[in-house]
């Protein structure tokens, strides 16, 4: 949650930290049943409007959150893959490699248009307003006018290039603390595994699981822990053991949200309650 309210104190909106941990928490909490990343991602959007925050500059604070992340996700890997190629499987290598190169490409043209263009981006979008012809209420018209003015708000973070240092720093953090939990995770039941072969093949695995085509990551989580423990003689059970294993603990740390979850509900009830009883 620190690295999503430097995001959020960017855009002048301040949300205690108190409260901007449960938010989290019940997002992940709840995201458990729901799509991954969009479903905690749409909870999250939901908590933060419902205190009065704008939903284009949540919204916007979000979707920075994800492409920046994606951006640490894929030079983690990078750093990992370069070594992994000299003493491992070319083949592994190789599909990881391209993979990486894919999304590196994409990513990285994203980010130099957005940069470098950034003005003219922004003045595109605002004059890209839904048809005069479309009703002020119509459905088409409200969505594409949240679209356009989320976009303009992403955009805008580009002129915060500090705030931009500081959360990527605060990603590459997280991703290297991420990544140390895989290794001690999986060394617990193949020891000679390597820390680095675990670098290279781990965040690849995270960018899949935040992918929404599943629900909270199951069975393209454990795919992932298959292919690439298997490349270097895991037996595949073991490894589709250890990627469940590894998903139920990541499951345990969102725990704490069901308690604010229930604990907002009850609150919440006995609102209503007092509201009916002083009628």
């Known amino acids: ?13 301040n949300i205690a930290y108190p409260r901007l941990l449960r938010m989290y928490y019940t997002a992940n909490f709840l995201g458990q049943v729901l799509p991954a990343t969009v479903g905690p991602d749409l909870v999250r959007l939901h908590y933060a409007t ?19 992340g ?3 996700l894929l030079i983690f890997a990078g750093s990992g893959i370069a070594i992994l190629t000299i ?12 993979a990486l190169l894919v999304a590196s490409t994409i ?5 130099l248009v957005s940069m470098t263009y950034s003005d003219w981006l922004l003045r595109l979008f605002k004059s890209l307003s839904p048809p005069e012809s ?15 003015a989320v976009a303009e708000a992403c955009l805008r973070y580009v002129h915060l290039p500090r705030i931009l240092l500081s959360f990527f720093a605060l990603t590459l953090l997280e991703c290297g603390i991420l990544v140390t939990a895989r290794f001690l ?23 899949l699981h935040r992918l929404p085509i599943s629900f909270a990551g199951w069975g393209v989580y454990q795919a992932g822990f298959v292919y690439f423990l298997t490349q270097v003689g895991v037996d595949t ?13 990541v499951m345990i740390t969102v725990l704490p949200g069901a308690g604010f979850y229930l604990h907002g509900n009850r609150i919440a009830e006995s609102g209503d309650e007092s509201h009916d009883a002083v009628h």
């Open 1 to 13: 949650p620190a690295k999503w309210r430097l995001l959020l104190t960017a855009k002048g909106i």
């Open 50 to 68: 419902v205190d009065g925050a704008s939903r284009t500059m949540v919204g916007a604070s979000i979707v920075v959150e994800r492409l920046v």
């Open 70 to 72: 994606v951006l640490a």
């Open 87 to 98: 003493g491992y499987s070319a083949s592994v290598a190789r599909d990881v490699w391209l």
């Open 107 to 111: 990513a990285g043209f994203g980010l």
């Open 134 to 148: 479309h009703p002020p209420g119509r459905l088409s018209a409200r969505v594409w006018s949240t679209l356009m």
């Open 185 to 207: 995770v999986i060394s617990a039941f193949v020891p000679d595994i390597s820390l680095l072969y675990v670098i290279s093949f781990a965040p690849v695995v995270r960018f």
């Open 237 to 249: 059970g073991m490894a589709l053991m250890i990627g469940i294993i590894d998903l139920l603990l």
